[in-house]
């Protein structure tokens, strides 16, 4: 008995990955020594099951299916008879797709995905041939000649020392008694777009930037008021057209899942000059807010009183934030932002987020719009609910934390290659092409420890508060480190989607979790070598229209080596890392025979029909060859994918 299915083969399912609306799919599987195979596909609500035929040669047996004209995600497993027994066939228990496995007919079969979208909106260029540079605004800079002076909220705690390590100052109970700053501004931010201009940012993404007494601002106190703490909004206009005159787009946080306690809304302490909701019932934002027990139990983010949940379907509240002229989007976008990014997207309901893209497209429709999801964003299932976030009316892309899981497993031995290209592969083919191309690669965050330590394989499961805080790697542990890091980075800036780079992590931050992960950027004091390492590799993807659109595809290798190619139109670069620590690995591949191949990083010329990699560093060529004439006459799995694109691109 045989039987095979991958839907990454275009062999076995073609076209490869999700499709519009009413798409035909043509689904296939090698079988031999089986009968009565069939297809069960679900759709919503809706079972159905087709019979497969033979081709007549290759034992090949196929249907073609014509996709639902609504999005969503269609499901798909086999059933087939062999020896009077009923067999299943899904994809593996990791749901990742790919070449699946056969199943017991009693068993929970996981199934097959398919992506079905709207076809509409692409998204813009500037955005897709970006590198992105993420700012949390306190922690950046100092300006040198400041218009503007830093006001603070009571219970602020200034230190006087730049290079001092963040710290929370917490009552008994765990609350924040005093948020510490550092003196980070908007100024700060435009003296050193000349800086950012030398890692080829185009992008810039800030933390949040409005009124709130964190130093965080994930509390919004004022949607409509910069932060007494970063300037004004003049300052904000300054920045954005500064920012414009060096072709770098602004993208600010939307934080509109919850508001602050101590907000012009909620007003609970009373420090604002409005009637707010914890005041009074007769508040014009009291509606914006849902309580069990007036006024002290009220729903909040997370159970954390002091970010009191909105009810984003209150029409005034979407009037606010979207709909009326005069709204919170419409206002920063004329001020010359060019997208936002959306904190916790999974708890906003899909059809605010949807008016929210609607409104925003009317105001600039060059803008994006990003949600932070950390799962498959496909799929994503919250609070019971199948999200859209993918499906044509929503997101432009999402924060890939995905990635950056991925590739530190595969850099420290937790998966090997294989496994690293499988989760990569499942995102390629459940994220609609567009999104894909889109998503905002990431290898730190202000919600992540920081790579450098991570890379390190330092256990923080038994440290202390104290310890963490305090703790920096030793010599050799860095070292490790910032070879790993080096690797980490190239793979971000060779890999499909807009790489974004965290505040520091070039100049060599360390830190675990939030706060010590928003430690100051180390200006004076940066690692010279990581610095000029980033420039360098900054600039490769930069120049490169095949780094930037070119399609993805991996080639298969041993556990430590992680190899793939990206071609657009004519043009193939290879991408190979060794994460070894001590060993050499060489590939040796049909594909290359008697092709030759520029280093991109080392500018030499090389032959490549055996590639040696030295543990722990990569190989960058860009292929003396066009596409069409290496792919046609090599007869394997590369082909079947790459030939299709690389005609769809030409025509």
Known sequence: MYFRHDSFDLKLREPFGAVPTGSSVTIKVEAQDVMNIRLQTFFKNTEKWYNLTPEGHDSLFSVTLQMPNQPGLLWYHFQFEAYNHQYQYGTQSDHLGGEGEIYDRRDDVPSYQITLFDEGRTVPEWYKNGIMYQIFP??????????????????????????????????????IEYWDYFGGTLEGIIEKLDYLKTLHVSIL????????????????????????EFGNEEIFKRLCAEAQKRSIRIILDGVFNHTGDDSIYFNKYGRFDSLGAYQSKDSPYYNWYRFSHYPDQYDSWWGIGNMPDVEENNPDYRNYIFN????????????GASG?????????????????KSALMKKNEDAVLIGEVWENASNKISYGVQRQYFMGHELDGVMNYPFRQTFIDFLLYHISSKTAVRQMMSLYETYPKEQFMSNMNLIDSHDRPRALTVLAGVDDQQMTDSEKEHFRLKPEQRALAVKRLKLL?????????????????????????????????????????????????????????????GIWYPIKTTDDLLAYLRVYKQTVILCLFNRSDHAFVTLKHNLFRNVIGREMLLHTWEKLDGITVKPLSAKIYRLQITASKLFQNNQHEIKNLLTQVIDDENT
């Open 138 to 175: 306190d922690r950046f800079a100092k300006p040198q000649n400041p218009t503007y002076h830093p006001q603070y909220f009571p219970s602020s705690m200034i230190h006087g020392n730049w290079n001092d390590t963040p710290h929370y100052f917490r009552n008994a109970d765990g609350s």
């Open 205 to 228: 993404y800030l933390n949040p930037i409005f009124e709130a007494n964190s130093n965080h601002k994930y509390n919004t106190a004022d949607y409509k008021k910069i932060a007494r």
């Open 324 to 335: 009326s002229e005069n709204s919170v989007i419409n206002k920063w976008t004329q001020d």
């Open 340 to 356: 936002w990014r959306l904190d916790v997207a999974d708890e906003l309901p899909d059809d605010f987020i949807a008016d929210l």
């Open 489 to 549: 980075s190239l793979i971000q800036m060779t890999f499909p989607g807009i790489p974004c780079i965290y505040y520091g992590d070039e100049a060599g931050c360390e830190g675990f979790g939030d706060p010590y992960n928003r430690g100051t950027y180390p200006w004076g004091n940066e690692d010279r070598e990581l610095l000029k390492w980033y420039e360098a590799i900054t600039t490769l993807r930069a120049k490169s229209k095949t780094l930037a659109h």
